[in-house]
């Protein structure tokens, strides 16, 4: 049997993601890694949500992004909005074409410096 594919649409928006970087006097700031990178906005499930309560972690945002090398959960994603979110999870969805990743988002609470 065939498997059904999902055409992914990415019309929710841009994003850009940074990398944090130790700065000279020990404080830290965001480098940039890729800009102007679309989204499609996801839901917050909840079995998501309480596996990363068990984790000690917030997820507030999911997005899906296309897919790229470069994005890490070290890494930070911020809207054009100038909110800064901490990549916590990166899931690769089955069934789904372009390739792309599944962002789970946790809000940073103090925003960094960009470089």
Request: contains cysteine; proline residues 4%; glycine residues 4%.
């Amino acid at each position: 049997m065939k498997r059904k594919i999902t055409i992914q649409t990415f019309n929710d928006g841009v994003i850009s993601v940074y990398s944090i970087e130790s700065v000279d006097n020990g404080s830290e700031t965001l480098e940039l890694k890729q800009k102007n990178l679309r989204f499609n906005e996801r839901t917050v499930g909840i079995n998501r949500y309480y596996r990363a309560k068990q984790d000690n972690v917030e997820i507030t945002k999911v997005i899906r992004t296309p897919r790229l090398q470069k994005i890490s959960t070290q890494d930070v994603v911020r809207f054009l909005n100038g909110e800064q979110y901490y990549i916590r999870r990166i899931v690769p969805p089955e069934n789904v074409t372009p390739p792309c990743w599944d962002l789970s988002l946790e809000r940073v609470v103090h925003d960094y410096n960009i470089n």
